[in-house]
């Protein structure tokens, strides 16, 4: 593939891999992780990677989509929920081109969406070992988490979140807030001192996209810990510099779609990839997890950690089974998070 | 005598077209009082304006003690000794007299801090030099108008105006205000300051000034010893026609009572009394006059008569109906019409086309209605008629009236109040700054009307035109009636002024006798 | 449940009420200039934006301040050249150059550190926080005026300064006579648009501290669209003030105030929803009563008049 | 032809034709100087910005599916900028609208062709209403609506969610999201391969019925004068206090009806997480429209036309999704300037006005 570009022919075609935004990048966790993945991807097999940002306004995504599948494309790459009916009518349409969803599944039955492969993660199981982290570590006996919105896929991290906590402590409270915003990261930063001061929340679980900056950052104010989310935010920050926050980010919840897709990318340059089908990767993929990185080894005990390599294998093993929001009704929700309210 | 100012061949089209003057040449000599006459929408106002900077020549030049000048805006004609005092006041009401007065030439202290003592002690000053009795303390919104009219006088003498353009400063002032003003007038003329001064009111125009320039559709046609020509002179050149003087108006004959009303009082949020027990009664078949110097409740009587404002205590009456609680509207259904002293706040929306403005009282009329549906054919018929009828002075119907001159605004807002078969009309300053020709017209329906039988509450500023007109007369002093006149023809402006000013007042039985069963 | 008088929560409402006061008191000057400047969000964002950029590339706080006021001002700049010279409609103005700025704050930070969301990679520098002597050591009070940013002491100064430049200096007296009648201001031979376009650029600046507050102050970074809609909750405050610096600090104070209390109270399991709505339906009120008060004081006094009259 | 065209036109339509080619003009250079700073291909994305909204038939019904709300929106601000009334409250409406829209659809069980216009009624009346609490308030206490109409937008939003959240969401759905809507609530689309709906004719017929009502119904006349000079409609007898609760009523209801036109056409459950992105582009439609029932949907084809053409080049080219804001942004604010050009006009007045003599 070092095929000089005035070549007329190249001799074996790079493949063509568009990922289409619904939103915007800089988020610091999930598109912009999506972006991570297949930019590795360009860089181990030179493919080509085209990344095109679709905006807030949803009624845009799917004239955006199709545009995308009308060019010559050998893959096109969306996520989320929102984007699930879009996919399924553009792979009717398109149906020489391949699509992967991810962050949802569209249905496969009867061999419906047969040029379509979706991923899905188990968000909520890497967020319950944070949940148990958590309890163990507050000296006060309540825990904080700061959501961008009451939306599903948050509240799934909190439903992992508030299980794991209860496994360590049955007493413990957690009190949850929402930004309903994911660019106010003042308000986050606010939501995260008031429990702090008045909830008495020593160590705070943000899943608030760019919002959730102000959440680390009041706890570097403040003192106390605060917990990242999607990639490894303590390193990230360490690296832009800002290594007063990384030291209060003892480890963070990773959903790590980059990874996935790099896999899926992999896959196909195999041919590998099972279209018709979803899969939903946890730990075994390395696709979620918790940051183990030198803050962790630092601020974790070793008993604890310990504690929770065993908690990890239970959920690996099937032994233990964690919550889900997905599919859950607002009241149970609710009820849940009254139990532990602090 | 050394020319001062001369503007020649003066072009000046605005931006909608309008070619408010064509080739006009205008001179005026250090020292004098130069009147500048001519129809509404002559052009006169904007010839000063080119003056003053504030609107600039399309073509032509203006020469200043012999030397060409151009004024790109107010502040170098300023700087060039010019001042103007304009028709509506250009005053910032929620500041005092003093900040209106140093506004754009602020006495400083160090690092631009405002200077009040001394803006105080200046105007204090410049008022005294020059005879006027003014606290500069005082907020302009709290003033009346004549006082007003002495902060514009007093602002451009603050800025140093040599050559002052005094554009129709009477129309608002009373009689007394008026000589008050000439007198003024004069000693500015003695002190060597040269004045141009704007009027329809032409037998101003032949006391105070020393010569006329008369300007007609835009042009000049000639300027003249004002000792020279008469009355008649000057309103035929002026109009290109002639101008029949006399009023023909017969004897009123009053019949039964149309508004009655009782004890009525208002109150403002200052606690003031504006209206103090007020009685009187307005005859079907007669017009009745109100006079009183400005701010002595005419503007409320008005006010709470149309339904604008509630009267704090009493009753009204019209037609034997108490319209306390009644809506403008429902007032109006009584066959009321209104004249408001202030058109372009009140008579108008500026905005919209003549034929808009005809229809507002009608708009919702039966024979202009198809079920919610206005009928436009009609009403454009309708208002086309209108046009013709008084004599407005426009293309088209569809004109916005913001274009219009003064005068022909004031048309269209009679022709709509008049066209309505009145039965009770409300005249406030019906003929405020407009020209001869025009005044005369409304005066003549005016008349017409109350020989239909309509009762007529005329309320003036202009003595002469409330004398000419009214049958009889009341006098305001004070929120209240200190006079009442059964024959206004009878009376002289000199002995209307005592009572206006507070120095006279008839018995309370006297007074009684304008309450009619 | 809670209690609201602990220092800490009054010291949080001054905080979060800080940007929006400095900005509504660049509302102030706009409205008494007869200007509105819906453009304050987008001033707020972009100044936030080249503070921290800026700081973060000279390390001198200082620059990096004249940096952000440089920001703002700019925006401040089209937004009256348009409005004044070029005659834009200035509301529609002012929600165009919110939306440019939006966008144009992402690609300026995407083109100097290669990231759309935050400025992480940019050392920034921040504000200080301010001990005062003194007032430090009075127990509670100490701790509720003490130890805030130095942008949040500005802001209050700023109070007293746009006070005083609107009823003390002649420039205020010409920007007062401009806003109430711009005639009578010109035909004096003032400026009227020069008097305009000061005022939004004086506006500009002081919204720039509110932008800088955000990012160089409340944070440490810049985030994308930071700024969420406190330069619109300016707007609203400088009305409810009536454009007086006192009122309009009032309102944005009774803002703030609401604001926290709904931060407060979200973790105690109520909708956030319903504490959404708090601040807005409480300044909606505030208008209400405020208006409402008027009303009867002026009802009362004509009031007064009659029935002494009916006595007598 | 042209020429002969031209000279019949006043002044002021010539010159309006001007004004606006040579500012689209200099906005298209200065676009085009900022694409060329960022692109490796200016003129390719050039074409996509200008061209894409017409490159194919499914993009010519973008641009038409976005015009839709933005005319609702537009004409909900004309009408009460028309009273003089500058309620804010549009956004707020519109969701309102697409919330109650969601409720009548996810809870009336009613036939197809009935149900979608008894869902637009309702959340017409609750705009309505909603964008008539400021009108109270402004008639009560005499307190400005411009600031309580952008407080309650916030409040609309909160509780519009608050509603879906606890009532309607689906819990099998991904994401904040309502139940589906059964197929009698929805508005079909109208042509194969486009997303136009129904909406089309429902919006076509919104801007005649009040292009007749402002224009042609003694309550238009009403309004009108009430807006251009509300103490002279006072004066004429006419209820101003009515005026001004009905104009922002209409003003609400116009946009409530959007909200709900737009949820029952464009998607097939209620989706919105946040205010819409352009929830506040009315006021943009309503100034580029002056105001003018015929005009707003012209100036929000206009809209959607730069939007349309926006995103295209944003996926067909390397320009990114910001630049985007940055062009949109100085595109309108060019197309509106007013003066602009004012020098030359005065010049053709002048010799329009001499020629005559
Ligand atoms: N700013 C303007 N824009 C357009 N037309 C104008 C403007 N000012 C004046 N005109 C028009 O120019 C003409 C001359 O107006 P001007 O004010 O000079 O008349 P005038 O002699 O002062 O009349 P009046 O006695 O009513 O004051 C009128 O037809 C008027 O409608
Ligand atoms: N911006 C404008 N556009 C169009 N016409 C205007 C404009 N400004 C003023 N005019 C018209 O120019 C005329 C002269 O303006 P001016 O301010 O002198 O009023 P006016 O002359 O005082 O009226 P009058 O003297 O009859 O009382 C007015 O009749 C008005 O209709
Ligand atoms: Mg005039
Ligand atoms: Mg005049």
């Known amino acids: 593939s070092t095929a000089p570009e005035e070549d007329p ?111 899905q993660y188990k968000q909520n199981e890497g967020s319950y070992i944070a949940g148990y982290l958590a309890a163990k570590m507050t000296k006060t006996g309540v825990i904080g988490g700061v959501g961008g919105m009451n939306i599903p896929v948050i509240n799934d991290f909190f439903v992992g979140y508030i299980e794991g906590a209860k496994l360590a402590n049955p007493d413990i409270k957690v009190a949850i807030s929402y930004i309903d915003s994911f660019v106010d990261s003042a308000k986050g930063k606010e939501l995260a001192l008031a ?54 980010i003892p480890t963070s919840v990773l959903k790590d779609v980059g990874a996935s ?40 005990s070793a008993e604890l950690r310990a504690e929770l390599e065993t908690i990890e294998a239970d959920i690996r093993s099937g032994k233990i089974v964690v919550g889900s929001a997905m599919g859950m009704s607002t009241e149970d929700l609710d009820a849940i998070k009254a139990s532990v309210q602090p | 005598m050394q020319e001062i100012v001369k503007m020649v061949d003066i072009l000046k089209v605005y931006p909608n077209g309008i070619v408010a003057n064509q080739k006009v040449n205008f001179s005026i000599v250090e020292g004098e009082i130069h009147a500048l006459v001519g129809e509404n929408g002559a052009g006169k106002s904007t010839l000063m304006k080119i003056l003053f900077g504030i609107e600039q020549p399309t073509e032509g030049s203006i020469v200043l003690n012999g030397q060409e000048v151009k004024f790109a805006n107010p502040q170098e004609a300023i700087k060039h000794g010019i001042g103007m005092v304009h028709q509506h006041f250009m005053l910032v009401p929620s500041l005092t007299v003093a900040e209106n007065v140093v506004l754009g030439d602020e006495p400083k202290k160090a690092g631009g801090l405002l200077d009040i003592q001394k803006a105080i002690a200046d105007t204090a000053e410049i008022a005294k030099r020059y005879h006027f009795e003014i606290d500069p303390k005082a907020k302009v919104e709290d003033c009346s108008v004549g006082t007003k009219q002495k902060i514009e006088i007093l602002k451009a003498l603050f800025h140093g105006a040599k050559v002052l353009i005094l554009d129709e400063p009477t129309a608002v002032l009373t009689p ?27 037998n101003e125009v032949k006391e105070i000034t020393d010569r006329i320039t008369i300007m007609r559709a835009g042009k000049d046609v000639g300027t003249y010893d004002t000792d020279k020509v008469s009355k008649e002179d000057i309103s035929n050149l002026m109009v290109g026609r002639e101008i029949v003087w006399d009023l023909d108006k017969s004897k009123a004959e009053p019949k039964d009572v149309a508004v009655q009303v009782a004890q009525v009082t208002l109150v403002n949020e200052h606690k003031r009394k504006l209206l103090d027990d007020v009685n009187f009664s307005i005859r079907r078949g007669e017009i009745l006059g109100v006079v009183g110097v400005e701010g002595n409740g005419q503007r409320e009587l008005v006010d709470v008569l149309t339904g604008l404002q509630q009267a704090s205590l009493g009753t009204i009456t019209i037609n034997g109906e108490n319209i306390q609680r009644y809506s403008i509207r429902k007032i109006r259904d009584l066959g009321l019409s209104h004249i408001p002293e202030d058109r372009m706040t009140l008579g108008v929306a500026e905005y919209a086309s003549i034929e808009e403005n005809l229809m507002s009282i ?119 009636i200190v006079a009442y006149f059964e024959d206004a023809s009878v009376l002289t402006e000199t002995e209307l002024g005592l009572y206006m000013l507070g120095l006279k007042a008839q018995s309370e039985a006297e007074i009684r006798r304008c309450v009619y069963a | 449940m809670i209690n609201l008088l602990t220092p800490e929560f009054l010291f949080t409402v001054i905080r979060v009420t800080t940007p929006i006061l400095l900005a509504a008191m660049a509302a102030v ?33 200082w620059l990096g301040a004249l940096g952000g006021i440089a920001g703002g001002v700019f925006i401040a700049f089209l937004l009256a050249y348009f409005a004044l010279y070029l005659k834009t409609d200035i509301i529609l103005g002012g929600i165009a ?144 003030g009536q454009a007086n610096p006192v009122g309009t600090s009032i309102a944005s104070l009774l803002f703030g105030f609401m604001e926290s209390l709904g931060y407060q109270l979200q973790s105690r399991g109520i909708p956030s929803q319903f504490i959404n709505m708090v601040p807005y339906i409480s300044t909606i009120i505030g208008l209400v009563l405020y208006a409402q008060y008027r009303q009867r004081q002026i009802a009362k006094k004509k009031n007064q008049k009659i029935q002494e009259e009916v006595k007598a | 032809m042209l020429k002969q065209w031209l000279k019949k036109q006043s002044v002021d339509s010539k010159f309006e034709t001007l004004r606006f080619s040579v500012a689209i003009i200099i906005a298209l250079l200065v676009a085009f100087g900022l694409i060329l700073l960022v692109s490796k291909e200016p003129f390719e994305a050039l074409r996509h910005l200008f061209l894409g909204p017409i490159s194919k038939f499914r993009k010519i019904g973008n641009v038409v599916e976005t015009a839709i709300p933005l005319t609702f929106l537009g004409l909900s601000v004309s009408v009460m900028f028309s009273a003089n009334q500058f309620n804010m409250g549009s956004s707020g409406a519109l969701f309102m609208g697409g919330t109650v829209a969601a409720i009548v659809g996810l809870t009336m069980p009613l036939p197809t062709g009935i149900h979608p216009l008894v869902a637009l009624l309702f959340a017409g009346v609750v705009g309505g209403l909603i964008t008539s609490i400021p009108a109270i308030i402004k008639l009560k206490w005499n307190a400005s609506e411009l600031v309580s109409s952008l407080m309650l937008n916030f409040v609309a939003l909160n509780l519009g969610l608050y509603l879906i959240m606890n009532h309607f969401r689906d819990p099998d759905a991904g994401t904040l999201a309502s139940f589906k809507f059964p197929e009698t609530a929805l508005l079909p689309t109208l042509i194969k391969g486009t997303r136009i709906h129904f909406g089309i004719f429902i919006v076509i017929f919104m801007v005649i019925v009040i292009w007749l009502f402002l224009a042609k119904t003694k309550w238009g006349y009403a309004l009108r004068m009430t807006g251009m000079n509300m103490n002279f409609a006072k004066y004429s007898g006419i209820s101003t206090a009515a005026v001004i609760l009905y104009s922002q009523f209409i003003g609400g209801f116009l946009a409530g009806m959007g909200g709900a036109v737009e949820v029952l056409g464009m998607y097939d459950r209620f989706r919105w997480q ?49 630049m985007i804001s940055i062009i949109q942004g100085f595109i309108i604010i060019m197309i509106a300037a007013n003066a602009f050009l004012k020098h030359y006009r005065q010049k053709m007045v002048v010799k329009e006005a001499t020629s005559h003599d």
């Not at chain 1, 195999?270 to 990767?281: F, S």
């Not at chain 3, 001033?43 to 001198?60: H, P, Y």
Request: contains cysteine.
């Open chain 1, 9 to 119: 022919e190249p001799a074996e075609e790079k493949m063509k891999v568009a990922l289409y935004i619904n939103g915007n990048l800089g988020d610091k966790s999930f598109f912009d992780s999506a972006k991570v993945g297949l930019d590795a991807a360009v860089a181990e097999h030179g493919i080509e990677v085209k990344i095109v940002e679709g905006g807030s306004d949803d009624t845009k995504w799917q004239p955006g989509l199709l545009d995308l599948a009308d060019g010559d494309y050998d893959i096109i790459v969306v996520g989320t929920w929102q984007m699930e009916t879009n996919v399924q009518e553009a792979a009717e349409l398109y149906p020489d081109t391949k699509f992967i969803i991810f962050d949802t599944t569209v249905p496969f039955e009867d061999g419906k969406n047969s040029n379509v492969y979706s991923i």
């Open chain 1, 195 to 248: 429990q702090f001061n008045s909830n008495k929340a020593d160590i705070i679980f943000q899943v608030a996209g760019n919002a959730g900056m102000g959440v680390l950052e009041a706890a570097a104010e403040a003192g106390f810990y605060g917990i990242g989310v999607d990639s490894d935010q303590a390193a990230l920050l360490a690296e832009a510099g800002n290594t007063a926050t990384a030291n209060v």
């Open chain 1, 261 to 300: 897709l790099k896999r899926a990318i992999d896959l196909a340059l195999e041919d590998k990839v099972p279209w018709g089908t979803n899969e939903t990767l946890g730990f075994e993929a390395e696709s979620v997890g918790i940051a183990k990185n030198q803050w962790y080894e630092t601020m974790v």
């Open chain 2, 176 to 202: 007394q205000e008026t000589s008050e003003l000439f007198k003024e007038l004069m000693l500015l003329k003695d002190k060597g300051h040269t004045i141009v001064f704007i009027s329809h009111k032409l």
């Open chain 2, 362 to 480: 009608y708009f919702d009329k039966p024979e202009f209605l198809n079920g919610p549906f206005l009928k436009l054919k009609q009403i454009n018929a309708w208002a086309k008629e209108k046009v013709v009828d008084y004599r407005v002075k426009t293309g088209s119907e569809k004109t916005p009236v913001k274009m219009l001159s003064g005068g022909n605004i004031q048309k269209v807002v009679v022709a709509r109040e008049f066209s309505n078969n009145p039965k009770v009309i409300i005249a406030d300053q019906p003929t405020r700054g407009i020209d001869v020709g025009a005044a005369q017209f409304i005066h003549k329906k005016l008349i017409e009307l109350r020989d239909k039988g309509c009762a007529v509450l005329l309320v003036s500023a202009d003595l002469t035109e409330v004398m000419d007109l009214s049958d009889s007369l009341l006098v305001f002093y004070n929120g209240k």
């Open chain 3, 29 to 61: 000057i706009c409205n008494k200039a007869g200007v509105v400047n819906i453009a304050l969000e987008g001033i707020m964002l972009t100044s936030a934006l080249t503070g921290v950029l800026v700081s973060g590339f000279t390390q001198n706080i």
């Open chain 3, 97 to 240: 150059l919110n939306l440019l700025t939006v966008g144009g704050t992402v690609f300026v930070m995407f083109a100097i550190t290669g990231d759309k969301g935050a400025t992480n990679s940019v050392r920034s520098l921040q504000f200080p926080s301010v001990n005062i002597p003194f007032i430090q050591d009075i127990p509670v009070v100490g701790q509720m005026l003490s130890g805030h940013n130095l942008l949040t002491y500005l802001a209050i100064m700023m109070v007293f300064l746009v006070y005083f430049l609107l009823y003390k200096t002649t420039f205020g007296l010409r920007l007062r006579a401009v806003g109430e009648n711009p005639d009578a201001a010109s035909s004096v031979g003032i400026d009227v648009k020069r008097v305009q376009l000061y005022a939004l650029l004086l506006s500009g600046v002081i919204a720039s501290f509110g932008g800088m507050y955000m990012s160089m102050a409340y944070l440490k970074v810049f985030t994308t669209n930071m700024v969420a809609g406190r330069g619109y909750i300016a707007l609203a405050a400088a009305a409810m």
């Open chain 4, 274 to 322: 946040m205010m819409p992105t352009y929830a506040f582009d009315g006021v943009i439609v309503a100034v580029l429209g002056k105001q003018n029932p015929i005009f707003v949907p012209v100036a929000a084809i206009l809209l959607a036309y730069i939007r349309v053409g926006a995103d295209t080049m944003s996926v067909n080219s390397d320009v990114s999704y910001e």
